[in-house]
């Protein structure tokens, strides 16, 4: 049989594969995984908020998941098998997790456990991650992971947590707003991280917190609250999760009126909420830690351009299709990130089945510095693997004429700390 000399055959595929990854996702779609031993997909659980006081998240990381696994897809997938996400809704509820976990390893036969983000869901889930010795990959913020009180299997690679974060933000706080604080933060694990550290961070810089005020993760209203800030606060910190943060945020302003501190929120009372949304005009002038700035800035690089454009969010973090529709920006790039760790990770262990699911866990172990890339927009990072969190840039935001815009953004060593634990010490 005479082969046309512009048809595409399995031998020069073949070729084309053996010489590296370029041009894969020009290939049909079985030359792409045609080095694979199998061509069963590796198949990762995706423990996602779809309802409760997580599902403005959920929805975000369920798009910034599916944008990268279709972009590692295009790419060949991991080890030359293509990528199945298995979602399952948590309902942001710890018990409802840990069954989630379950049905990845017992009903789905996922390989790994991926994307979950409320602390307290990770704490109620990660235990029954380790007994089915099934690897979870968390997009938390929380300090859990690094504090010693999971287990081996659990792993936080591609978000910092609250710790360094505070720890990074304290000298700007106390240098350039004030050093007398008072804190609003929800009350469960994450917000306790927060209380915590901050306090600790802030003590360290000369300061003090005057007040902590905890509020319930599912409170709808927040004036009765107020009235406990103290007189002579200097900084109002406010960090605050759920659907009724616009809420929070409004009623703040209602408030103090023109008569008000120095304000230094994490985004997280904003996350999902357009900044520009009526009433939040008194927000002017305030200061916003983000994990990756929500509006794209002067020195914005090439590689946050990409996945802008792959998770379909414009200049402002919105929806490309509906731009009402405003990102969880400032967290759902981990999802992204975690993903990417997890091919480098399969591919740097030769992972095939679930019995190689320890050597993926030390090859993750093994990674150090994770450089400013595609794989990395957020920024470059360095990987702890005895502790398994990440530690990378903490970026500083000041509303200036409506718009996020960084002012300050940290070093990685302003965000390291003393190892709390070392995972690899434990069996597996």
């Not at 380790?130 to 690679?157: C, D, I, W």
């Not at 700035?293 to 990409?306: M, V």
């Amino acid at each position: 049989m005479i082969t046309p000399k512009n048809a595409t055959t399995r031998r020069n595929v073949l070729k084309t594969l053996a010489g590296g990854a370029a041009g894969a996702a020009t290939l049909p779609l079985w030359a792409r995984y045609a080095q694979a031993q199998t061509s069963e997909p590796i198949k990762i659980g995706f423990q996602v908020h779809r309802t409760g006081i997580g599902a403005a998240y959920g929805r975000w990381y369920d798009r910034t998941t599916m944008a990268a696994v279709n972009l590692i897809n295009e790419q060949g997938g991991i080890n030359g098998r293509p990528v199945e996400i298995v979602a399952e809704d948590d309902g942001t509820d710890p018990k409802r997790g840990a069954e989630v976990v379950e049905k990845f390893a017992n009903q789905h036969g996922c390989d790994i456990g991926f994307g979950t983000l409320f602390s307290h869901v990770v704490i109620g889930s990660s235990p029954r991650a380790g007994e089915l010795k099934l690897p979870y990959f968390v997009v938390s913020e929380g300090h859990h992971v690094a504090s010693g009180m999971l287990n081996r299997y659990t792993l936080q690679p591609g978000i910092t947590d609250v710790k360094s974060q505070v720890q990074a933000m304290a000298p700007f706080v106390a240098e350039n707003l004030g050093k007398k604080v008072t804190m609003i933060f929800p009350d469960f694990a994450f917000g306790h991280d927060h209380r915590d550290f901050f306090t600790r961070a802030i003590e360290a810089q000369g300061g003090e917190v005057l007040a902590h005020i905890a509020v319930p993760p599912a409170e709808t209203s927040f004036t009765k609250y107020f009235p406990k800030i103290p007189q002579d606060t200097e900084v109002l910190y406010h960090v605050m999760v759920g659907p009724a943060v616009l809420t929070f945020v409004k009623e703040l302003g209602e408030f103090f009126g023109p008569s008000r501190p120095e304000i230094f929120g994490f985004i997280d009372s904003l996350e999902a909420v357009d900044i520009s949304s009526p009433g939040l005009e008194y927000l002017e002038g305030t200061y916003f830690w983000e994990g990756n700035p929500r509006h794209a800035q002067e020195d914005q690089s090439e590689h946050d351009k990409f996945y802008r454009a792959a998770v379909g969010v414009d200049e402002r973090g919105a929806s490309i299709s509906d731009p009402s529709d405003v990102s969880t920006y400032a967290h759902m790039f981990g999802c992204w990130e975690t993903l990417h760790v997890i091919k480098a990770g399969m591919e740097a262990a030769g992972y095939q089945s679930h019995a190689d699911r320890a050597k993926l866990i030390e090859a993750v172990e093994a990674m150090t510095e994770m450089p400013l890339s595609q794989a990395h927009p957020q920024g470059a990072k360095l990987f702890n693997g005895k502790t398994h969190q990440v530690f990378g840039h903490q970026y500083i935001s000041k509303v200036t004429d409506g718009k996020l815009v960084k002012v300050h953004t940290t070093s990685i060593e302003d965000t390291l700390y003393p190892d709390e634990v070392d995972y690899t010490t434990q069996s597996f």
